[in-house]
């Protein structure tokens, strides 16, 4: 038998346990090149040049299909000699033999041509066939999680050969790691397009504010309401970074938990096909349920990191849009506002100190707290720290009692940087000073923390600070 077309279930069959593992650790090299930012294609030849090694093959190829242009084009690394071969093979074979009558969706039968010569669908190709040396050809459909056929695996070989069953489902089984690459990098591709498109955002609101402040420079007489509108876009832009680094975070463990999730799948259905034709063996039961536990773990981990980043951030967004006075416990909202900024500060890994009494809860405006506090933080990582020094900040907070039992909270900034100049700290609050103009900064932080201070929060800050002894801000409000 030279040609054949079938649907083949191998789930019984067992793979060589040297095939399995390196299949196993070709799929995991996969995953990890897709989850730290490689291309897709790089990930697919992992798997392309396992599965040519196992079948001994001269080449493993992934056709992507495209049902809205109705149309293939060769995913992964293809070797130079079979460049122009691929080429006539999508405009001629699979376009002809791999697509329903209806034409729109793949066919979900394994395609094998022991012979190519005995074969008429390959009439018209034996020629570049024979250029490349390929006899035989094993076609698979790979199949995404809700039933559709979304690519094609080809195997090509110098000989006339059928594969038997182990090969089969070495090559099911590499279909199916496919698949999950493929879903994978479909969630990821969507994921990035929000993240461009809050990117954008972001360079709007930008945009405005330096349009804003071009403004305040030609009308001084409307220097006061064009200052207001400049403090709102800022706080904006401070939230739209945020969302944006905060997305970046969320992606790698909710990457790392579809992972899992995508694999456990996979593992359920083999044993659960094994189950119902009763053979299933104890060890294959024993190991399951060890893989499942593991990924369990895996998942209700990652899953936890994101859940926690993200209600982190809701918290903060709806403070800083609403600023409304609410109860809070400051020690839990100074490491809230820490975690939220842990994105923007992974290039520098400054080290934190916080001396807040862990039972000190005030009812104030949190969004207020909030923005000062991040504005401090931030202008210590932008200016106070040259590059490659990790430097020490540390936040305090304090309950004062006064004479007239109406108490204050006390907030001291400190951080070990390259301090300022008296000249310097003489305009540090005044809208559009800054010595980091160059670097795309605004001249507008510290000034709002002085306004959010005084107008808000009814209080007053101080700047203590000289040059290589690093700065202290002191702050305080009434409750």
Request: hydrophobic content about 40%.
């Amino acid at each position: 038998m030279h040609s054949l077309q079938l649907v083949s279930n191998n789930a019984n069959t067992k793979i060589n346990p040297t095939s399995q593992r390196f299949l196993d650790q070709a799929r995991v090299s996969a995953m990890e090149e897709i989850l730290n930012g490689g291309m897709l294609e790089q990930g697919i030849t992992k798997i392309t040049l396992c599965l040519e090694k196992i079948l001994e093959c001269s080449l493993c190829q992934v056709v992507l299909y495209s049902s809205h242009q109705q149309s293939f084009r060769p995913l992964g690394a293809t070797s130079t000699e079979f460049n122009g071969f691929m080429q006539q093979c999508i405009r001629h074979y699979y376009a002809q033999n791999h697509i329903e009558e209806d034409g729109e969706t793949l066919k979900k039968s394994l395609l094998i041509h022991g012979d190519l010569t005995q074969s008429e669908a390959w009439i018209g190709l034996l020629d570049a066939a024979n250029q490349c040396d390929i006899q035989s050809n094993w076609t698979l459909p790979v199949v995404n999680s809700v039933g559709s056929a979304i690519a094609l695996i080809s195997i090509f070989s110098v000989k006339k050969i059928v594969p038997s069953n182990e090969k089969l489902a070495v090559l099911q089984q590499g279909a199916r790691t496919i698949a999950a690459l493929l879903t994978h990098a479909k969630t990821k591709a969507m994921d990035l397009r929000k993240h461009v498109n809050l990117h954008e955002q972001l360079e709007a609101r930008q945009v405005s504010l330096r349009e804003s402040n071009t403004l305040v420079k030609k009308a001084l007489e409307q220097r006061t309401r064009v200052q207001s509108q400049l403090i709102e876009l800022e706080s904006m832009a401070e939230l739209g970074t945020m969302m944006s680094s905060l997305t970046h975070e969320v992606n790698t463990p909710i990457g790392v938990a579809l992972t899992a999730s995508t694999y456990m799948t996979d593992t359920q259905q083999i044993i659960l096909n094994k189950l119902n034709s009763e053979n299933l063996k104890k060890s294959e039961l024993i190991n399951y349920f060890n893989d499942a536990a593991e990924a369990s773990i895996i998942i209700a981990r990652n899953l936890s990191r994101a859940d926690l980043l993200i209600k982190s951030f809701k918290q903060l967004s709806v403070d800083q849009h609403s600023q409304d006075i609410r109860t809070f416990n400051v020690c839990d909202y100074v490491f809230e506002l820490l975690l939220s900024l842990k994105p923007r500060l992974k290039s520098k890994p400054h080290k934190f100190c916080i001396d807040i009494p862990t039972e000190l809860s005030i009812t104030s405006n949190a969004g207020a707290i909030s923005q000062i506090i991040i504005n401090l933080v931030m202008n210590s990582a932008q200016h106070a720290f040259p590059i490659g020094v990790n430097g020490r900040i540390h936040i305090k907070a304090s309950l004062l009692h006064t004479e007239t039992n109406n108490p204050k909270i006390q907030l001291d900034y400190h951080d070990n940087g390259i301090g300022m100049s008296e000249t310097t700290i003489e305009n540090i609050y005044k809208p559009f000073f800054t010595l980091a103009r160059d670097k795309g900064g605004t001249g507008l932080g510290m000034h709002i923390c002085n306004n959010i201070v005084m107008k808000v929060l009814k209080g007053n800050i101080d700047c203590h600070s000289s040059l290589g002894k690093g700065v202290h801000f002191c702050i305080q409000f009434p409750l």
